[in-house]
């Protein structure tokens, strides 16, 4: 199946990684506990806690806790500014140890490669055909382990999604059906929604990813004809689809197509607000095949 480029920003009237940023602060419900993580999930945090999840409390690897977000632009969790007036400023074993509590609602990732099953890769990538170490964990696997729930952030690219990936850094569901379980990890946890440049993906019963919505302006033949391992997924669309919103339209094969961040989009580029369209763009990681592990 030939691939179509994917949308433009100018004709959308906003930009992949702002997309990218509201369809992960809907993700965040209200009062969760939420291991942010990295980059565009900062700003996803931020988004949610100005419009629906007031009061949402957000962790960072680094032992900070917030219950307000950072008055500044933040580029890493460590930034003075996500330091200042946090709620507690403590050490990585704290938070890790509210993962191991099974307190910790949803957590967010990134990963080089991610599978059918949410598997992901942040160990290995590829550049130019040769091989290439990656920054590895860190604690995304303890969070892909422990947290509730865990939604992954990447490049909708055929290399990057693929059918199996070729080394599993945080497992997601294995090979499908009971193998959480049968690891002993908990039973309410695993990976909820894989979050691309082209749209959602989420979890059925076995295991399997399917996909949940499309992206305003992208097709579900494109979404297929860039997924590696096409004979295997992410074929199942219209059976499991749900609209996650009243006003999302239908479009090919009943799969649902998520509005544009018109509102949101309003509070990522306000003028109180650090997320500035230049900012947003130098958070924005989705274009790289090494993003880091979260």
């Known amino acids: 199946m030939s691939t179509r480029a994917q949308p433009e920003a100018p004709a959308r009237g906003y930009s992949l990684g702002e997309l990218m940023v509201a369809a992960a602060a809907r993700e965040i419900r209200d009062a969760e506990v939420v291991f942010v993580g990295m980059r565009l999930p900062l700003l996803a945090f931020l988004v949610a806690k100005r419009t629906h999840a007031p009061a949402a409390i957000g962790l960072y690897e680094n032992g900070v806790i917030r219950e307000t977000p950072a008055p500044e632009l933040l580029y890493t969790m460590a930034d003075p500014p996500n330091l200042l007036g946090a709620t507690q400023c403590g050490q990585m074993l704290d938070v890790m140890a509210l993962l191991q509590q099974g307190r910790v609602h949803v957590g967010f990732l990134g990963a080089a490669e991610a599978d059918r099953f949410g598997n992901l890769n942040s160990t290995w990538g590829n550049r130019g055909g040769?091989?290439?170490?990656?920054?590895?964990?860190?604690?995304?696997?303890?969070?892909?382990?422990?947290?509730?729930?865990?939604?992954?952030?990447?490049?909708?690219d055929r290399n990057r999604l693929v059918e199996r990936?070729?080394?599993?850094?945080?497992?997601?569901?294995?090979?499908?059906?009971?193998?959480?379980?049968?690891?002993?990890?908990?039973?309410?946890s695993g990976p909820s929604a894989v979050i691309t440049t082209l749209g959602v993906l989420r979890f059925s019963n076995d295991g399997e990813a399917y996909l949940a919505s499309v992206h305003p302006g992208v097709r579900v033949e494109d979404v297929?004809?860039?997924t590696g391992?096409?004979?295997?997924?992410?074929?199942?669309?219209?059976?499991?689809?749900?609209?996650?919103a009243p006003n999302?339209?239908?479009?090919?094969?009943?799969?649902?197509?998520?509005?544009?961040?018109?509102?949101?989009?309003?509070?990522?580029?306000?003028?109180?607000?650090p997320c500035s369209r230049a900012r947003l763009d130098a958070l924005d990681h989705t274009r790289s095949p090494a993003a880091q592990h979260h």
Do not use: Y
């Open 130 to 156: 040769q091989d290439i170490r990656l920054p590895g964990s860190g604690g995304a696997c303890d969070i892909a382990c422990l947290a509730q729930r865990t939604v992954v952030l990447l490049e909708h």
């Open 165 to 188: 990936v070729k080394h599993v850094t945080s497992p997601g569901f294995g090979s499908g059906d009971s193998w959480r379980r049968a690891q002993g990890l908990p039973v309410r």
């Open 224 to 226: 297929l004809g860039n």
């Open 229 to 244: 391992g096409l004979c295997a997924w992410p074929t199942t669309c219209s059976k499991l689809c749900r609209p996650a």
């Open 248 to 273: 999302w339209p239908s479009c090919a094969n009943s799969t649902p197509t998520a509005s544009g961040p018109t509102d949101d989009r309003a509070r990522i580029r306000c003028r109180d607000s």
